[in-house]
Nanobody, 127 residues
């Protein structure tokens, strides 16, 4: 079992920055990729970014490319999402998720590929 705990959310003005953290514990050796997703009120959960645990390969949604960066610290079992140039439309609950089997990079944006999820952290961007 993998446990994930997000932190770092909050209220920020448009144009500002936040860094989210996702600390993993439990069967950490079984993680293949870590994903970030978000869900705004009344909308479906959507993919934001993902990173492979071993090689650090990344994948971003077009809506955040160039503004968000995901990284990982293997020693701390933690994944980060640095969010810059935030916009009001980035307002959502952000979730990190762990995929515990090898999956094609093309499927990283699919929430169905992830077996473990954190509780989420709220990000609110004011205009």
């Amino acid at each position: 079992q993998v446990q994930l705990v997000e932190s770092g959310g909050g209220l920020v003005q448009a144009g500002g920055s936040l860094r989210l953290s996702c600390a993993a514990s439990g069967r950490t050796f079984s993680r293949y990729a870590m994903g970030w997703f978000r869900q705004a009120p009344g909308k479906e959960r959507e993919f934001v970014a993902a990173i492979s645990w071993s090689l650090g390969n990344t994948y971003y949604a077009d809506s955040v490319k160039g503004r968000f960066t995901t990284s990982r610290d293997n020693a701390k079992d933690t994944v980060y999402l640095q969010m810059n140039s935030l916009k009001p439309e980035d307002t959502a609950v952000y979730y990190c998720a762990a995929a515990t089997r090898i999956i094609p990079r093309s499927t990283w944006p699919s929430s169905y590929e992830y077996q473990h999820w954190g509780q989420g952290t709220q990000v609110t961007v004011s205009s």
